[in-house]
Every structure is written in C-alpha cells, then in structure tokens.
C-alpha cells in the first residue's frame, strides 16, 4: 500500500497557489484559470501561465507563504503513523517546490517525498516545469503519471485530493479519501470514494483498512 496525497487544499485548508496569484500576479490570472476549468488547458499548462505573471522575488513569496500556513488537523499524526506501520506516503502535488518546500520545513518535514512542479525565478515571471518519474518534460497527466510510477512500487494506491487536477488519478486508485471538489466530481461519475474533513478523521479510515 502506498498513499498519494495532493498538497494544496488537501495536506493545507487553503489554496497557496491561488493565494500567490490573487496577491502578486500581474495580469489576467483569473481568465487562465478559467479556461483550465472549462477544460481548455492542462493544469500544468494553466500554472506555466499564471506563474509567469509574478514577478517578486522568491524571497518574498516564501514569507507570504510562511504567514499563511493552515494544514490540516491531524497531519502531523497521520504522517507519524504512516512512518510506524511501514506505509509510504508519497506528495504529488501539481503545485511548485518553492512554496510547498518551506511548508514542510516549517511543520518540521522537510524530508517527505514530493514530486511537484519545479521553478526558476527570473525578472520576466517564474518558469514553471513538469517531469514524469523518468525525468521528461511533461504539459499534461502529471499526477497520474507518479500513479502509475507508484503502483509499480506499491500496488494498491490510497489517493487523497481536493480539486480538478486529481480527478484523473484519482479514477485510477484503488481507494480514494476526497473532499472539496474533488468530492462532487467523483460523486457525478459514480466513482467510489469516502469524504473525510481533516487528517485525524483520514487516520481513523486508514486504519480500518
């Protein structure tokens, strides 16, 4: 057993990306965002986007960050228990290293595996890259790709995820914890999940499996 974890609105209550953006691009983000929503873009290709449009220093962002942190209840226990019973619990996450990174660190976990997009500052934006487990660059399927990966080391696949961007993955794991968006998503195509609110209730679940 192997447990995938999305990292914005699942392992945090808010929405870090959207934070970012909302505070410091500078640009049409919300029509970007759009278009991903009407399925017109990838996510991936949709946060090239919209990261592109900020243009702070990296510094900065990371102190925003470090202000806004809300994880979840209960994660640092669900981690713990994971650790204790041998199951690896793995961070894919369609959001960028440089803001989920200090996230870790500040809840004293800097050392959990995560796959992410990878970023580069530079006075025009931040580039925003993608990489499948071999290292290629990849514009779509990002968090189904590791899922796949992982089945190959883990076989049976718990996911936990919020949004849009986990759907794909998600219809392919064997167990799917889901809340937010993700929930509804899931309910409308009869796929099987169980709602969970915060990760004290995720570990109860877990346990029972």
């Known amino acids: 057993m192997i447990i995938q974890c999305d990292f914005d609105g699942t392992i945090t209550r808010n929405n870090l990306g959207i934070l970012l953006r909302e505070n410091f691009a500078r640009g049409d983000w919300q029509k970007i965002d759009s278009d991903y929503l009407r399925g017109h873009l ?10 592109a449009l900020i243009k702070e220093p990296k510094e900065r962002l990371q102190e925003f960050v470090r202000r806004h942190i809300e994880v979840r209840p209960g994660f640092v226990d669900f981690v713990s228990y994971c650790r204790e019973s041998a ?56 968090k189904k790709e590791y899922l796949t990966w992982l089945k190959k080391r883990g076989k049976n696949i718990i996911y936990i995820g919020d949004g849009l961007s986990d759907l794909d993955a998600a219809r392919q794991a064997d167990h799917v914890f889901a809340t937010g968006h993700l929930l509804g998503l899931l309910s409308s195509e009869s796929i099987v999940c169980s709602g969970f609110s915060d990760f004290c209730d995720l570990l109860h679940r877990v346990r029972l499996l």
């Open 87 to 142: 199951i690896p619990f793995v961070i894919v996450s369609s959001g960028l290293d440089f803001y989920i990174k200090p996230v870790l660190a500040q809840i004293g976990m800097p050392d959990l595996e995560l796959y992410c997009g990878q970023t580069s500052f530079n006075g025009d934006g931040i580039n925003v890259s993608y990489c499948d487990p071999e290292g290629n660059i990849i514009n779509e399927g990002f």
């Open 42 to 51: 990838t996510v991936e290709q949709s946060n090239k986007l919209q990261f």
